[in-house]
């Protein structure tokens, strides 16, 4: 799980906080006029990720820690 929150970027990996780093902008960037995309970085990125993503889910808002961590224990 990602989340976003303030400028900075939280990594949980089986519901545990892994990462958190503080980048330099408050808000994630915009792009309205483009297909979103997973594992790579906009339209002519030429290096993706080599791998699988599964269970996908986006919110319109920041998770709080507990229900990251329901969500891990619900997958198990």
């Given at each position: ?47 993706s990720i080599n791998g ?16 990251i961590e329901k969500l ?5």
């Amino acid at each position: 799980t990602i989340v976003f929150n303030l400028g900075v970027q939280m990594i949980y990996v089986d519901g545990q906080l892994v990462s958190a780093i503080v980048g330099n902008a408050p808000y994630l960037n915009q792009c309205s006029n483009a297909d979103l995309r997973m594992g790579a970085w906009w339209g002519s990125d030429l290096v993706s990720i080599n791998g699988k993503i599964d269970e996908v889910r986006i919110y319109n808002r920041i998770l709080a820690e507990n229900e990251i961590e329901k969500l891990a224990e619900e997958r198990n």
